[in-house]
């Protein structure tokens, strides 16, 4: 099984594959973060299912970090267009 959970940063979701529980509190531990780290899932679906749903945040996250620094690129040039001895506007 693969359960996914509410995570606060983008892409607000996390997810991992179940090695224990649920446990009295419903919370699973999971191969990618480790013993001892409980999540409380919102959903679980099977092993197949959660690879694609796996690919697919891996898949977003990346268009959103290539996005993210497209637009603080935008921003650095405005800045080194004005300054261009900061070095630290790259």
């Not at 996390?14 to 191969?31: I, M």
């Not at 959903?43 to 891996?58: C, I």
Request: aromatic share 14%; no cysteine; net charge negative.
């Amino acid at each position: 099984m693969v359960a996914f959970w509410h995570y606060d940063l983008y892409p607000f979701v996390l997810g991992g594959h179940v090695t224990d529980g649920p446990d009295r509190h419903e919370r699973v531990e999971t191969r990618e973060f480790g013993r001892g780290h409980r999540f409380q899932p919102f959903r679980m679906v099977s092993d197949d299912r959660g690879e694609e749903l796996l690919a697919y945040l891996e898949q977003l996250e990346r268009a959103h970090r290539d996005a993210r620094d497209a637009f603080n690129q935008t921003w650095r040039n405005k800045v080194k267009k004005e300054f261009p001895e900061l070095t630290a506007a790259r």
